[in-house]
């Protein structure tokens, strides 16, 4: 069955870096584009960033482009987000996600904290 699972999340200040890893099992992971999606409370989830197959095209949300980084290794399964310049609107629950065949699978998710 297909798992993620997320780590790396944890209070940091504003400014700061924290960067996000998911591990992900039980499908052939170097043909699934991956997503890393966010959510506050009482608001929808949402899109924060997105790689393909092989990485070789990435998108984000324009309030994180130049700040966050998605990443992916196909040897190991993962697929990081390297966030930095983090402000307290970054606050949220981190989960990575994929769609395979119209089913979208997430992870339990991870919290990132960002306050002084």
């Known amino acids: 069955q297909v798992q993620l699972v997320e780590s790396g999340g944890g209070l940091v200040q504003p400014g700061g870096s924290l960067r996000l890893s998911c591990a992900a099992s039980g499908f052939t992971f170097n043909t699934a584009a991956m997503t890393w999606f966010r959510q506050t409370p009482g608001r929808l989830r949402e899109l924060v960033a997105a790689?393909?197959?092989?990485?070789?095209?990435?998108n984000y949300m324009d309030s994180v482009r130049g700040r966050f980084t998605i990443s992916r290794d196909n040897d190991k399964n993962t697929v990081d987000l390297e966030m930095n310049s983090l402000k307290p609107e970054d606050t949220a629950v981190y989960y990575c996600?994929?769609?395979?065949?119209?089913?979208?699978?997430w992870g339990q998710g991870t919290q990132v904290t960002v306050s002084s």
């Open positions: 996600s994929v769609l395979i065949r119209a089913n979208r699978y």
């Open positions: 790689i393909t197959e092989t990485g070789g095209i990435t």
